[in-house]
């Protein structure tokens, strides 16, 4: 596929996916070998891990929405700037749901093989988001 495909891919994984919450058709974006890049760690998690993942997020955020902002790609690899938002209606981070609404930006990178997506990494601001959700808080002046 060429780089624009594969930027074509990803949008409509967020469009398809993650902003709807339906996984019934994870397959045709994920591929079986799909590996979590997470602090420098990789966590093979297939298929099923992806699938699993995007519910645990709408079980938090039922209402969760990314925006493409910008993309980049080359070669097989996708970056993708966003914009998310979503109401905080689930536990997250132990924390029980303050029903309020958090805006963060964030870049995703992919990897595409074949159609598929079959390595994801990123990076999301959320130090704000945590603060305003009493998630974390300043101590001292």
């Not at 297939?46 to 995007?54: L, P, S, T, Y």
């Not at 109401?87 to 990897?111: A, F």
């Amino acid at each position: 596929m060429s780089v624009e495909e594969n930027k074509a891919l990803i949008r409509r994984y967020i469009a398809e996916l993650i902003n709807t919450g339906n996984v019934d058709h994870v397959e045709e974006f994920i591929s079986p070998d799909f590996t979590e890049v997470y602090a420098g760690k990789r966590y093979q998690v297939g298929i099923q891990g992806a699938r699993e993942h995007v519910i645990g997020v709408r079980q938090t955020y039922p209402d969760l929405t990314l925006t493409v902002d910008q993309q980049i790609g080359e070669g097989d690899w996708v970056a993708t700037s966003i914009t998310a938002r979503g109401t905080h209606q689930g536990v997250w981070l132990g924390m029980k749901p303050t029903g309020k609404t958090v805006v963060y930006t964030g870049v995703n990178v992919e990897r595409v093989v074949d159609g598929k997506i079959v390595e994801h990494g990123g990076a999301a601001n959320l130090l704000l988001e945590l603060l305003e959700i009493g998630a974390i808080r300043v101590v001292g002046e």
